[in-house]
């Protein structure tokens, strides 16, 4: 196994983090709506809202709080974890910075269209 691996998994989690979060910093004053949608449907409109802090931080309090505990269950199987393990991990950090990224921009998109 990759020894650099696991710290590169980790700083992974800690950049969604922070790219999530700056990503709210930059544009959740601009959303004028004072909830937000949370999930689509296939037909492209919101099924359900939150309110627009939660909305906008409940992705991060999800990733701060349970990426520490996946870390920890991790390194205590670090020997038989694979490389792809590892991988697979960075890539879904990545997924989810991305998905929110897009989410975000449906939010907007969605805000300024409501009257």
Same mark, same amino acid.
């Given at each position: 196994?990759?020894?650099?691996?696991?710290? !590169?998994?980790? *700083?992974?989690?800690?950049?969604?983090?922070?790219?999530?979060?700056?990503?709210?910093?930059?544009?959740?004053?601009?959303?004028?709506?004072?909830?937000?949608?949370?999930?689509?449907?296939?037909?492209?409109?919101?099924?359900?809202?939150?309110?627009?802090?939660?909305?906008?931080?409940?992705?991060?309090?999800?990733?701060?709080?349970?990426?520490?505990?996946?870390? !920890?269950?991790?390194?205590?199987?670090?020997?038989?974890?694979?490389?792809?393990?590892?991988?697979?991990?960075?890539?879904?950090?990545? *997924?989810?910075?991305?998905?929110?990224?897009?989410?975000?921009?449906?939010?907007?998109?969605?805000?300024?269209?409501?009257?």
């Amino acid at each position: 196994m990759d020894q650099r691996l696991p710290k !590169l998994a980790w *700083f992974s989690c800690l950049a969604a983090i922070a790219a999530i979060s700056a990503i709210n910093l930059t544009y959740g004053g601009s959303i004028k709506t004072g909830k937000v949608p949370m999930q689509w449907g296939v037909n492209g409109q919101p099924t359900w809202f939150a309110p627009k802090a939660v909305g906008l931080w409940i992705i991060v309090a999800i990733l701060a709080v349970t990426a520490p505990g996946v870390f !920890l269950n991790i390194r205590q199987k670090a020997g038989s974890a694979s490389d792809w393990y590892w991988l697979g991990m960075i890539a879904t950090f990545c *997924f989810i910075a991305a998905g929110y990224a897009w989410h975000i921009s449906a939010v907007m998109a969605w805000a300024e269209a409501q009257p």
